[in-house]
Nanobody
């Protein structure tokens, strides 16, 4: 079973930056659709950024120009660089991986990491 472990969350002031990391227990990012999602209190989990294939990224409108998703296949790690953070970015951030294991579709989530933007 593939495991995902997120890190890098914390408390940051408005305008600050954080980099989230998601480490996978096996080499999966090169063959999977990957992404970051977030869930604020009382709200649904929403897509933040995804990588669907080589050079194919997608971002939520609210984070375009501020957040960057990337992956290092050699390190089995997915990143989310977050700049110019706003209080509205406060949420639990989750790493997600979708892939096929033989005929079985797998939709895997990390445990989440809290990001709080506040002065």
């Amino acid at each position: 079973q593939v495991q995902l472990v997120e890190s890098g969350g914390g408390l940051v002031q408005p305008g600050g930056s954080l980099r989230l990391s998601c480490a996978a227990s096996v080499s999966i990012f090169s063959v999977a659709a990957v992404g970051w999602y977030r869930q604020a209190p009382g709200k649904e989990r929403d897509m933040v950024a995804t990588i669907r294939g080589p050079g194919s990224t997608d971002y939520a409108n609210s984070v375009k120009g501020r957040f960057t998703i990337s992956r290092d296949n050699a390190k089995n790690t997915l990143y989310l660089q977050m700049n110019s953070l706003e209080p509205e970015d406060t949420a639990v951030y989750y790493c997600n991986v979708k892939y096929y294991s033989g005929p079985h579709f797998v939709n895997l989530w990390g445990q989440g990491t809290q990001v709080t933007v506040s002065s």
